[in-house]
């Protein structure tokens, strides 16, 4: 297969299993599963199997002691909070919605850059940023069943999160191996929520085989598979297209949701989730395109 095609297909096999997390975790949470101890387990054994599989591959786990602060607020800070508020939002609202706000990143990203680097907000962006602003506007705005605000602002909130994450980790990454940072970001984050759920005497691991099968998922194909063929593909097409081809993630988690879980969009929803991902696409490609600018100049 060509490499370009094959690059494609890793891209989206790692958007297929991003997207179905939150259905993993809905079936969890029937399973009796609660966040605390889901997300403790999840990045607990993700860090275990990252640390066997850099192990036999013999790579070099050092790191300095400004990254390895660095790791530490990516993951016990930074992805701890993002892994909350999502996994909390899919308790309250339906998947699909839940990660169609996750996907309005890019934009929260950009007026990151804005605030912190002075990047320039071009008219496109701006044109870019109101229009997903009204496609969430046409989404939440019609009937989707009772929409719960806590769920809905948990989902927002891991969105924000989830950008100031993207936005420092690009620049661990150039310094730090991706595999290697995740198996920090991971084992921070594990070591974070044990600390909360001792402290708040939330860990229980009493719950039913349905939530074990379910955090099983979560490990192996939605955090493991997910990021290795994500970066891998990323090698292959770059990580500008990788981030577009990534927009199939929400649309995936609405099919899921709308076979397993009956969750249906309305017409106008419908058009409200195309100004979504459109949005994030301009941006998304607008930021590639400056990148290249200045790599060519």
């Given at each position: 297969?060509?490499?370009?095609?094959?690059?494609?297909?890793?891209?989206?096999?790692?958007?297929?299993?991003?997207?179905?997390?939150?259905?993993?975790?809905?079936?969890?949470?029937?399973?009796?599963?609660?966040?605390?101890?889901?997300?403790?387990?999840?990045?607990?054994?993700?860090?275990?199997?990252?640390?066997?599989?850099?192990?036999?591959?013999?790579?070099?786990?050092?790191?300095?002691?400004?990254?390895?602060?660095?790791?530490?607020?990516?993951?016990?800070?930074?992805?701890?909070?993002?892994?909350?508020?999502?996994?909390?939002?899919?308790?309250f609202?339906?998947?699909?919605?839940?990660?169609?706000?996750?996907?309005?990143?890019?934009?929260?990203?950009?007026?990151?850059?804005?605030?912190?680097?002075?990047?320039?907000?071009?008219?496109?962006v701006?044109?870019?940023?109101?229009?997903?602003?009204?496609?969430?506007?046409?989404?939440?705005?019609?009937?989707?069943?009772?929409?719960n605000?806590i769920?809905?602002?948990?989902?927002?909130?891991?969105?924000?999160?989830?950008?100031?994450?993207?936005?420092?980790?690009?620049r661990?990454?150039?310094?730090?191996?991706?595999?290697?940072?995740?198996?920090?970001?991971?084992?921070?984050?594990?070591?974070?929520?044990?600390?909360?759920?001792?402290?708040?005497?939330?860990?229980?691991?009493?719950?039913?085989?349905?939530?074990?099968?379910?955090?099983?998922?979560?490990?192996?194909?939605?955090?493991?598979?997910?990021?290795?063929?994500?970066?891998?593909?990323?090698?292959?097409?770059?990580?500008?297209?990788?981030?577009?081809?990534?927009?199939?993630?929400?649309?995936?988690?609405?099919?899921?949701?709308a076979?397993?879980?009956?969750?249906?969009?309305?017409?106008?929803?419908?058009?409200?989730?195309?100004?979504?991902?459109?949005?994030?696409?301009?941006?998304?490609?607008?930021?590639?395109?400056?990148?290249?600018?200045?790599?060519?100049?």
């Open positions: 297969m060509n490499p370009y095609y094959f690059g494609v297909l890793l891209v989206a096999l790692s958007a297929t299993g991003f997207g179905i997390m939150p259905i993993f975790a809905k079936f969890a949470y029937q399973g009796g599963a609660d966040v605390t101890t889901l997300l403790c387990l999840r990045f607990a054994l993700a860090g275990l199997l990252f640390f066997i599989y850099l192990k036999s591959k013999r790579a070099n786990l050092h790191v300095s002691r400004k990254h390895l602060l660095a790791l530490f607020l990516l993951g016990g800070v930074g992805y701890t909070l993002q892994s909350i508020s999502y996994f909390t939002a899919v308790k609202i339906p998947a699909s919605l839940v990660a169609l706000l996750l996907y309005t990143f890019p934009i929260f990203v950009t007026i990151l850059a804005f605030l912190l680097d002075r990047e320039k907000l071009t008219k496109k701006i044109g870019a940023i109101f229009l997903s602003i009204l496609g969430l506007m046409l989404v939440m705005g019609t009937n989707f069943g009772e929409l605000m769920g809905i602002l948990y989902a927002c909130a891991a969105a924000v999160v989830y950008a100031g994450y993207v936005f420092f980790s690009n661990v990454l150039q310094q730090v191996q991706p595999m290697v940072a995740s198996l920090y970001i991971s084992a921070f984050a594990a070591l974070t929520l044990v600390m909360m759920g001792m402290s708040t005497d939330s860990l229980q691991l009493g719950f039913e085989w349905k939530a074990w099968a379910a955090l099983i998922g979560i490990v192996l194909i939605s955090t493991m598979m997910s990021m290795l063929t994500l970066f891998q593909g990323m090698k292959l097409v770059g990580s500008t297209r990788a981030s577009v081809i990534s927009m199939i993630e929400p649309l995936l988690t609405i099919g899921f949701s076979m397993l879980f009956g969750e249906r969009l309305t017409m106008i929803q419908g058009l409200g989730v195309a100004a979504v991902l459109a949005g994030a696409m301009i941006v998304v490609g607008l930021q590639g395109q400056k990148s290249q600018e200045s790599v060519g100049g």
